[in-house]
């Protein structure tokens, strides 16, 4: 099933792991907003990233950008916090990877093997308490994995789950077969909070933009 498997650029889009060519490809805005109002050229890409994460305007854009420094080696927006900015769930099958993606500014995403469609959707209307159940599980989980700066994991074959916790220093994240995960009193709660956002998302499709 390898040929079918969720598009490489788009998974790292909903990581917030994206290389730098494909997230200027996609946010050349942001460029143009911090060069119209500094009014300046950047010194390196150090002070370009931290001029773009003042600027961003999502959970997600701040993710990627941090991803960018610490791929890099440098300084970091953000120091020590270590609370979880994103959680992405994915689900291995048939048609390649599902995949649902929640941030921390109840920004949301559903991946779709099947049809290779992205939906991103903005939870924040009506869907606080099922994110805040979510976010409670999946801190308990983020207690049990460590974080690693630059390494994602690889997709979930058919019949598997990734669990990735996002947070400023790095995704954490845990891969087991999804019987075995959902019946888990960590990973468990965790997807079936996660499946109750999925059908939000999904039932938001008519206001939402598809990629």
Known sequence: MTGTIINANMRRRILACADLADFLAEKTHLEMRTGDRKGAEFAGDC??????????????????????????RYPTPL???????????????????????????????????????????????????????????????????MPHPTEIPSPPPPGYTVISFLSESGIAYALGSSRDMASDGISGPIIY????????????????SCI
Not at 106 to 127: F, H, K, M, N, P
Not at 194 to 203: N, W
């Open 47 to 72: 002070e370009r990233f931290r001029a773009w994460f003042g600027d961003a305007s999502s959970v997600r854009e701040k993710l990627q950008i941090l991803s960018l420094c610490r791929e890099r």
């Open 193 to 208: 909070s996660a499946l109750a956002i999925r059908k939000l998302i999904l039932g938001s499709r008519s206001d939402a």
């Open 79 to 145: 120091v020590g916090s270590g609370e979880l900015l994103g959680v992405v769930i994915e689900l291995g099958n048939e048609f390649g990877v599902d995949a649902l993606a929640v941030y921390s500014d109840l920004q949301g995403a559903w991946y779709s093997g099947r049809d290779s469609t992205l939906t991103e959707v903005d939870l924040s209307a009506g869907s606080r308490v099922a994110y805040q159940q979510l976010r409670d599980v999946v801190n308990r989980g983020m207690q049990h994995c």
